[in-house]
């Protein structure tokens, strides 16, 4: 729900490979606010991409994975089972 709903569309918004805190929580709040629910039962899929790699962060910034780079630029819909696949496979 947090990659799909908000995270993604987030980067495709900024229309680069990392967001600021402030950028992420202004679109998380308009998601809560729109479907009703508390930004506190979003957290936990945020830390979640970051547990898994699909995120990084440094200091307030936080970045894709580099192989979600290319889904970017191209504007493309890219689901969570895609992101995970991407950032966790090795070549």
């Not at 898994?52 to 307030?60: A, D, M, V, Y």
């Not at 970045?63 to 496979?89: C, D, F, N, V, W």
């Amino acid at each position: 729900m947090v990659w799909e709903n908000i995270i993604w569309p987030l980067v495709l918004d900024v229309n680069r490979s990392y967001f600021t805190l402030k950028e992420y929580h202004f679109k998380r709040d308009k998601f809560c606010d729109n479907r009703k629910i508390q930004s506190s039962k979003v957290a936990g899929g945020f830390v979640s991409l970051l547990v898994k790699g699909i995120l990084t962060r440094e200091k307030s910034i936080y970045s894709i994975h580099y192989r979600l780079i290319p889904y970017m630029r191209k504007k493309a819909y890219l689901e969570y089972g895609q992101a995970i696949r991407e950032a966790s496979t090795k070549r």
